[in-house]
Nanobody, 115 residues
Framework: QVQLVESGGGLVQPGGSLRLSCAAS????????MGWYRQAPGKQRELVAT???????NYADSVKGRFTISRDDAKNTVHLQLNSLKPEDTAVYYC?????????WGQGTQVTVSS
């Protein structure tokens, strides 16, 4: 069964940090480029960061230098470390392959940055 399960979101003050995790089934994860996406209220979903099977990373300009994507191939897991969070980072965060597969979207995890 195709499955992506995101976790780790929460409410954090500006400047704070969170670590998101995404557990994937092996058929989604192994050997593929994985990405983290986010969707803020009233906005389209956007790609935030990607990581190749070899560990190469790429980031949206809005998060470069603040977010770090990583993967654990032994556990079929991809992580996103969020540092120096800003109110504009508030969104539901999702993982998926990059490019995304429409049938792979999970429930996401809510990140709210507010004082």
């Amino acid at each position: 069964q195709v499955q992506l399960v995101e976790s780790g979101g929460g409410l954090v003050q500006p400047g704070g940090s969170l670590r998101l995790s995404c557990a994937a089934s092996a058929d989604i994860f192994s050997g593929y480029v994985m990405g983290w996406y986010r969707q803020a209220p009233g906005k389209q979903r956007e790609l935030v960061a990607t990581i190749t099977s070899g560990g190469g990373t790429n980031y949206a300009d809005s998060v470069k230098g603040r977010f770090t994507i990583s993967r654990d191939d032994a556990k079929n897991t991809v992580h996103l470390q969020l540092n120096s969070l800003k109110p504009e980072d508030t969104a539901v965060y999702y993982c998926n392959r990059a490019p995304a597969r429409v049938d792979y979207w999970g429930q996401g995890t809510q990140v709210t940055v507010s004082s």
